[in-house]
């Protein structure tokens, strides 16, 4: 049994004032990448609301992940999905997170990675 949180899944702090600087929501496909992903409404707003990053993961599929901003969701519109029983979710396309720069990146890359994206998320 494992309860469910409307808190972030992490949060990364100023170490001088401990107040949150940022906020990284989770989300796993484990059929691997797709040509589009469908992101919950309730996620979203979570994530504009807290100026947070989705991290989107292929576990076990895949060692990969893509990065989403949070500001990024309130420049599209929901969609009805009707194999969510038609609740809302945001559509991303594979094809749009590439040309973005969003991803799909290797965990074990040396380029870049992660770490660096978040850094420069920050720095903005």
Partial sequence: ????????????????????RLVIELQQSRDGVRKEYHIKVNKARKLIERKGLLIFTHFPAEDTYFVV???????????SNPAWG?????????????QKGWGHYKFASKAGGLLQF???YLET
């Fill in 118 to 120: 978040i850094k420069q």
């Fill in 86 to 98: 038609g609740k809302l979710v945001y559509p991303i396309s594979r094809q749009y997170i590439e």
């Fill in 69 to 79: 901003p949070g500001n990024w969701f309130s420049e599209v519109e929901p969609i």
């Fill in 1 to 20: 049994y494992e309860e469910i949180s409307t808190d972030p899944d992490f949060v990364i702090k100023d170490l001088s004032t401990s107040t949150a």
